[in-house]
Nanobody
Framework: QERLVESGGRQVRPGDSLRLSCEDA????????MGWFRQAPGKEREFVAA????????QYAHSVKGRFTISRDHAKNTIYLQMNSLQPDDTAVYYC????????????????WGQGTQVTVSS
């Protein structure tokens, strides 16, 4: 089981950039796809981005495609979410997740969730 610790969330202004990090303290980091979900106030958790266990394959939610970039550093057992052109609608708790299953219309998390990091976009 992965143990995931997110960091980097804070309050920013519209148009700003922010990078979230997630360190995986588990032993199978390189064997699982990893990603990010988010939950805005009063809304359900939603998929944001995913990255394959090896290779460059990534997936993004339509709402963040072109603005967010997910990456991973195997040497550091860490994944990142670079978020550019942030908007108030991006305000949410962002969760790092491990071990994903992909379906035609959604992504499921079959592994671990981090504790979440708050991102607030406000002027």
């Amino acid at each position: 089981q992965e143990r995931l610790v997110e960091s980097g969330g804070r309050q920013v202004r519209p148009g700003d950039s922010l990078r979230l990090s997630c360190e995986d303290a588990g032993r199978t980091f390189s064997n699982v796809d990893m990603g990010w979900f988010r939950q805005a106030p009063g809304k359900e958790r939603e998929f944001v981005a995913a990255i394959a266990k090896t290779g460059p394959n990534t997936q993004y939610a339509h709402s963040v495609k072109g603005r967010f970039t997910i990456s991973r550093d195997h040497a550091k057992n860490t994944i990142y979410l670079q978020m550019n052109s942030l908007q108030p609608d991006d305000t949410a708790v962002y969760y790092c997740v491990a071990d994903l299953e992909y379906y035609s219309d959604h992504v499921d998390v079959v592994g671990s969730w981090g504790q979440g990091t708050q991102v607030t976009v406000s002027s």
